[in-house]
């Protein structure tokens, strides 16, 4: 905080003068679309990686829901795409069914809701909103992007190895990750799993420091901390977040590595392979849960946050209204935030852990629902008597506030031990984290796609098809995970090859089916969202600079891609970005730009 904000300014305008002379020699194609140090460029990159991390993780989850549904079946499609050895006559084969659960959640969690929703909305949103020439370090974004890139590369790639990829579940927990001897994909797949997941890591921080230099320190003049949009708080809390958490995950990787192929003994101990004793002893598995979930919970809400920033801001524009309760926004993404680093024992109910830190664990995580709820409560309030516009995005953003109170309220039961213990690991667990999380994180993400996409590739999308889009994925979304709660009542584990050993579960095929086909038909849906990606970014409609009359800074620059974002000198800011509707104003929006006249108060307090 030592550069304070006028001082910056000056900064930025130095860089001004360097980005104009800059602009006069053409750049190469390698420079300006593979190692780009533009925040607009690196932004749409991640965003096309993650779609195309998304099509892989969506088509793992249709197979392995085609084997849930219809166990002991074959299937064309699973052995055009897994061939002989894994898909025998299209009968999934048992290692591969866990290899795909693992990689489905791997890719979803990190590539596609890490990387794809913080690495594009923060790269594009926060020089734009803060009113920056760019990020503090171009290089250190660029080494970001790369890093992500690598580190899918490297996932993709351990599909193609003999043994198969990790499948040791999306958590990888050792024993079984940590004896390769254990099952097929323990090998090698687990080693590449490891090192993808160790340069995310490495990507996710350098893109983090970044982030949080550049909210801090690149304020344009007049941007205080309070009249930064939603979003960059956001982005900034996530940051932070990342920046705290994701060095844990490394350690617990690490150690991984050295009990797998240095012979340590970190997470193991008093273990029996193929009939004889293991040399390594003392460890414990518990450790490495210590270690994964310390970075897993507060990982809930790296996902998380980014998409309810997105929608504050989607919300606000689309009713026409100021965002309620701005300041208790901003409150209840810090009180999230830091609550999210004291409740990450609710995942290891079961491990044997004290009674008494268990009840103090179901004490903070009960907490967490309070911030959620004042969310929640605002972005209803947004709302109301609002003069709503229905784009495709709104649609998305209202989705997601359903998505996150309906996942929600299960998170209440799963928080309670003497509640969770008897669910723990069913189908209930799977059905609340991918409402909560999953779901609404993509729903944010998704309409985020549609409203930033004239600033992503200067054209909108097609309306209809976007409303075609939401329509069938919000349906079948719901249709895939609610009937989930009923099975995991029942007593359906999760990640189980077939629940047709198990007589008490027969009756319950048919909402497997129920399910499958949800799925099947979601996955269709989204290729009219790829259909409408690729085909507007170049053929559909030029949007023009403030499509939607929206206040916030990244509407005032030109619509064509130029270094340094605005031409000549960086706006000056004299309000909050939220002044919708204004009484006695003439117009229902004023920019951020815009002075206050005598004795005029903004939304945000500032006189």
């Known amino acids: 905080m030592s550069m304070d904000i006028h001082a910056t300014h000056d900064l930025n305008d130095a860089h001004a003068g ?27 990159q991640f965003l096309i990686t993650a779609v195309i991390m998304a099509v892989v993780g969506m088509m793992m989850s249709v197979m392995f829901r085609l084997q849930l549904a219809w166990p002991h079946e074959g299937f064309a499609l699973t052995n055009f795409i897994l061939g002989d050895k894994w898909a025998p006559k299209g009968v999934l084969d048992p290692n591969m069914y866990m290899a795909l659960v693992t ?14 929703l913080s690495g594009t909305f923060s790269n594009l949103l926060i020089p734009y909103q803060v009113g920056a020439r760019d990020m503090a370090s171009g290089f250190l974004n660029m080494l970001s992007y790369w890093f992500f890139f690598a580190s899918s590369m490297v996932m993709l790639l351990s599909c193609f190895i003999e043994s198969g990829p990790a499948s040791g579940g999306w958590t990888v927990y050792p024993p079984l990750s940590a004896v390769a001897e254990f099952m097929p994909g ?8 490891l090192v993808s997941m160790s340069l995310f890591i490495v990507s ?35 940051a932070i977040l990342g920046v705290l958490s994701f060095p844990v995950l490394f350690s617990a990787a690490l150690l991984l ?33 210590h270690l994964f979930w310390f970075l897993g919970h507060p990982e809930v809400y790296i996902i998380l946050l980014p998409a309810l920033g997105l929608a504050s801001e989607i919300i606000s524009v689309n009713s026409r209204k100021p965002i309620f309760g701005y ?55 947004t709302l109301w008597k609002g003069n709503i516009q229905f784009t495709p995005a709104m649609l998305f953003a209202v989705g997601l506030v359903s998505t996150f109170i309906s996942g929600g309220v299960t998170g209440i039961i799963l928080a309670d031990s003497a509640l969770d213990i008897p669910i723990h690991d069913t189908y209930f667990v799977v059905a609340h984290f991918h409402i909560v999380m999953g779901l609404s994180a993509i729903l944010g993400m998704i309409g985020g796609v549609y409203h930033w996409f004239p600033k992503l590739f200067l054209r909108k999308m097609n309306k209809t098809m976007g409303y075609i889009h939401f329509w069938i994925t919000f349906v079948c979304a719901y249709g895939v995970f609610f009937p989930m709660h009923f099975l995991g009542l029942a007593g359906v584990p999760r990640r189980y090859y077939t629940n047709s050993e198990v007589p008490m579960f027969d009756n319950l095929m048919d909402i497997n089916v129920l399910i499958t086909c949800f799925a099947i038909l979601a996955a269709l849906g989204q290729v009219l969202f790829l259909f409408n990606f690729f085909y507007s970014m170049f053929r559909g409609e030029k949007s023009e600079q403030n499509p939607y009359n929206a206040n916030t800074l990244e509407w005032t620059t030109p619509m064509k891609h130029t270094h340094g974002n605005w031409p000549g000198a960086l706006p000056v800011v004299h309000r909050w970005p939220y002044d919708y509707s204004k009484p ?13 006249r005598p004795g005029e108060v903004d939304g945000g307090g500032h006189h």
Not at 186 to 193: A, E, F, K
């Open 18 to 44: 360097h980005h104009d002379h800059e602009h006069h020699h053409e750049e190469s194609f390698v420079s300006k679309y593979v190692f780009s140090m533009d925040h607009k460029t690196i932004s749409r």
């Open 103 to 116: 990689l489905h959640g791997t890719i979803m969690v990190f590539m596609v809701l890490t990387g794809g």
């Open 186 to 193: 323990s090998g090698l797949g687990m080693t590449m799993w």
């Open 204 to 238: 996710s921080l350098l893109g983090g420091l970044n982030y949080i230099i550049t909210v801090i320190n690149f304020r344009t003049k007049g941007m205080s901390m309070t009249r930064l949009p939603l979003t960059i708080w956001a982005f900034f809390i996530t």
């Open 257 to 289: 590595i050295f009990d797998r192929s240095f012979g340590t003994s970190f997470y193991l101990s008093d273990i029996i392979v193929n009939g004889a004793p293991l040399e390594q002893t003392g460890g414990s598995p518990i450790l490495y849960q």
């Open 327 to 381: 300041r208790a926004m901003i409150g209840s993404m810090l009180a999230i935030g830091f609550l999210s680093f004291i409740v990450w024992g609710h995942h290891m109910f079961i491990t044997g852990m004290n009674p008494f830190l268990g009840s103090v664990f179901v004490f903070t995580t009960l907490l967490i629902a309070i911030p959620s709820a004042v969310k929640a409560f605002n972005y209803i309030t």
């Open 584 to 596: 006695g104003e003439e117009a229902d929006f004023i920019p951020q730009t815009v002075p206050l």
